[in-house]
C-alpha cells in the first residue's frame, strides 16, 4: 500500500484514537489507501473543486480527496469520536478541509456551500445511503448543486439504482427517479475483504451525473404513480394504478401505453407520460 501523504497509517489513525467501527451507525472502515485513491479519481479532475464527503469516519477517503486536488473538502461526520482524527487532516491540509459535526440527513449543506458547486464524494453508511440518495435526486431547482455523486453502496443497491426494465428483478422505483434525473453507471466492485469490519456483502461505487433537462414532469406525481405501480408489481397497470385514479383505462390511453403490462416492463419515459397524464387529468 502506498502513502498518498506522510500524515501516519490509518490503522494506526483507528488504533490511537480508539475509533473502533459502531454497527449501529453503519460503519465500514476503508484502510487500503489505493482503493481510497481509485475512488478519489474515479470522480474526474477535482483540482479546484469543491468535494462533499458523507461520513468520513477516520479520514482515509478525505486524505485521498485533498491529495488528489481538490480545493475543498466539506466532510460532515456525526461520530464525534472520529473528530480529532479529522482535526489532524485539517491542520496537514490547512484551509482545504471542513468539518461538519452533525447528521448528514438532517445538516444544510446550502449553508457551507454558500452557492459554490460541488461533487459528492462518499463511502456512504450503509444505513442512511438510500435516504441521501433520494434526498439529493429531489432537489428543486434542478439541475442540482451538484455537478456529480460518486457513491459506494452495497452491490444490490447499486443494482437497484441503474437497473431498467432489462433488469426486472432490481428495476423500481429507485431506478425510475435515479434514471429521470441523472445518468447512472456502476463504476467498479469493491470486495468485502477490503473493509474493517467485513461486511457480508460486496460493494460496488456508482456515478450519477445530473442530467440539464429532464423530461418535463412533476415530481410529485412520478412518485405517486411509480408507488403504485411497483407496490402491486405483479398487477397489471389497468389493476395496479386504481390507486391513483378510479379510471386508470383513461391514465394508461393518455400516457400511450398496453394496460396489461406490468410495472417492470414501463422504461422512464413511461412513467414520465404517466405522470404527466395524471396532472392533466387534475
Known amino acids: 500500500m502506498s502513502q498518498i501523504d506522510d500524515l501516519p497509517p490509518l490503522r494506526e489513525v483507528v488504533e490511537q484514537h480508539g475509533l473502533m467501527a459502531q454497527k449501529a451507525l ?60 479529522l482535526a489532524e487532516i485539517a491542520a496537514h491540509y490547512p484551509g482545504r478541509l471542513d468539518v461538519v459535526d452533525g447528521d448528514a440527513l438532517a445538516v444544510d449543506l446550502s449553508v457551507h456551500l454558500k452557492g459554490e458547486p460541488a461533487r459528492i464524494v462518499a463511502n456512504l453508511p450503509y444505513n442512511i445511503g438510500t435516504p441521501l440518495l433520494v434526498g439529493w435526486l429531489s432537489l428543486e431547482p434542478w439541475p442540482p448543486w451538484w455537478r456529480s455523486l460518486t457513491l459506494m453502496f452495497q452491490r444490490e443497491v447499486a443494482e437497484r439504482i441503474v437497473a431498467t426494465p432489462e433488469q426486472r428483478a432490481d428495476y423500481g422505483r429507485l431506478a425510475v427517479l435515479a434514471n429521470w434525473r441523472c445518468e447512472t453507471r456502476i463504476l467498479f466492485d469493491v470486495p468485502k475483504t477490503a473493509f474493517v469490519p467485513q461486511p457480508k456483502i460486496t460493494s460496488s461505487i456508482v456515478q450519477l451525473v445530473p442530467r440539464a433537462e429532464p423530461e418535463p414532469c412533476e415530481q410529485r406525481l412520478l412518485e ?29 390511453e393518455a400516457a400511450g401505453l398496453d394496460p396489461t403490462a406490468r410495472a417492470e416492463e414501463i422504461p422512464v419515459s413511461g412513467f414520465v407520460r404517466l405522470a404527466n397524464a395524471l396532472a392533466a387529468q387534475r
Open 26 to 85: 453503519g460503519q465500514n472502515f476503508l484502510f487500503d489507501l489505493n482503493l481510497t485513491g481509485k475512488i478519489a479519481r474515479a470522480a474526474g479532475p477535482l483540482e479546484g473543486e469543491t468535494v462533499v464527503e458523507i461520513g468520513p469516519g477516520p479520514g482515509g477517503l478525505t486524505r485521498a480527496l485533498l491529495a488528489n486536488g481538490a480545493a475543498r473538502v466539506i466532510a460532515v461526520e456525526r461520530d464525534r469520536r472520529c473528530l480529532p482524527a
Open 224 to 252: 405517486r404513480v411509480t408507488l403504485a405501480a411497483f407496490g402491486q408489481r405483479r398487477k397489471m397497470l389497468r389493476q395496479s394504478l386504481k390507486a391513483v385514479t378510479p379510471d386508470p383505462q383513461l391514465l394508461i
